[in-house]
Nanobody, 123 residues
Framework: QVQLVESGGGLVQAGGSLRLSCAASGYTLSSYAMSWFRQAPGKEREFVVGISGSGAVKSYADSVKGRFTISRDNAKNMVYLQMNSLKPEAPAVYYC????????????????WGQGTQVTVSS
């Protein structure tokens, strides 16, 4: 049974940093691309960043490029999202997701999701 568990969310001031973690179990992480999405209240879930199975390829949404960094440790079945220079935006729940062997930007391309972790950036 595939399971994803996110952690690391919280309240941070604008300009600050947070590191999100996603622990995966039930499958071999290195075989699949992993991505982070986020969803603010009343909005659609949006792609943030994805990483290939090997970690060699990364794809970032324009809104986070240069501020967020995705990484993975396949030996530990973990994916991380380092978020720096956070901007004061509406609170959002960040989700990690696993799909196929490519980094898709559409949530429909992903089969398994974690429960999410809340990120709130205050001004």
């Amino acid at each position: 049974q595939v399971q994803l568990v996110e952690s690391g969310g919280g309240l941070v001031q604008a300009g600050g940093s947070l590191r999100l973690s996603c622990a995966a179990s039930g499958y071999t992480l290195s075989s699949y691309a992993m991505s982070w999405f986020r969803q603010a209240p009343g909005k659609e879930r949006e792609f943030v960043v994805g990483i290939s199975g090997s970690g060699a390829v990364k794809s970032y949404a324009d809104s986070v490029k240069g501020r967020f960094t995705i990484s993975r440790d396949n030996a530990k079945n973990m994916v991380y999202l380092q978020m720096n220079s956070l901007k004061p935006e509406a609170p959002a729940v960040y989700y990690c997701a696993v799909g196929g062997n490519r980094i898709g930007r559409n949530q429909r391309e992903y089969d398994h999701w974690g429960q999410g972790t809340q990120v709130t950036v205050s001004s």
